[in-house]
């Protein structure tokens, strides 16, 4: 039985949208940007160094697979991929799709204004495209 449990600041940011890799893979609320997460389903890490080397390969390549379909889907000529933990220290990953006109850019798109969440609807079409294209 596994006892993972999502960090308390992930769950209320994010909406879940299915499992790869070993991990929960999420939607960041905020439709500014094409913005996915990660996460590990292992208790008490905070490094993608501490999963085993089984894990370690499983995840990492969930991330690129990730990657490289939300790069398809969104046709983005940048992708961001970052685990930082520095505000929530459960072990997570960042894969976000970046375009030149987007609210952020050239720089991280932390701390930049307001997060924008996505009404009812945009996140339901949204979370059913990202399970058929990424988890598909």
């Given amino acids: 039985m596994n006892s993972f449990v999502l960090h308390p600041q992930l769950a209320k940011d994010t909406v879940f949208i299915g499992r790869i890799a070993g991990s929960q893979l999420l939607l960041m609320n905020d439709a500014r940007y094409p913005w996915l997460i990660l996460v590990p389903e292992h208790d008490d890490l905070r490094e993608l160094h501490e999963l085993t080397e089984a894990s370690y390969v499983e995840v990492t390549h969930g991330i690129r697979q990730i990657s490289e ?33 987007d609210h ?26 990202l399970q058929e294209q990424l988890l598909g």
Avoid: S
Wanted: charged fraction near 20%; aromatic fraction near 6%.
């Fill in 104 to 129: 952020a850019w050239p720089g991280p798109v932390w701390g930049v204004g307001e997060a924008v969440p996505y009404n009812e609807e945009e996140q339901r079409i949204l979370v059913a495209t």
């Fill in 69 to 101: 379909r939300l790069q398809a889907l969104t046709e983005a000529p940048k992708m961001n991929v970052a685990a930082l933990g520095n505000q929530v220290p459960q072990l997570h990953i960042h894969i976000i799709a970046r375009r030149h006109d």
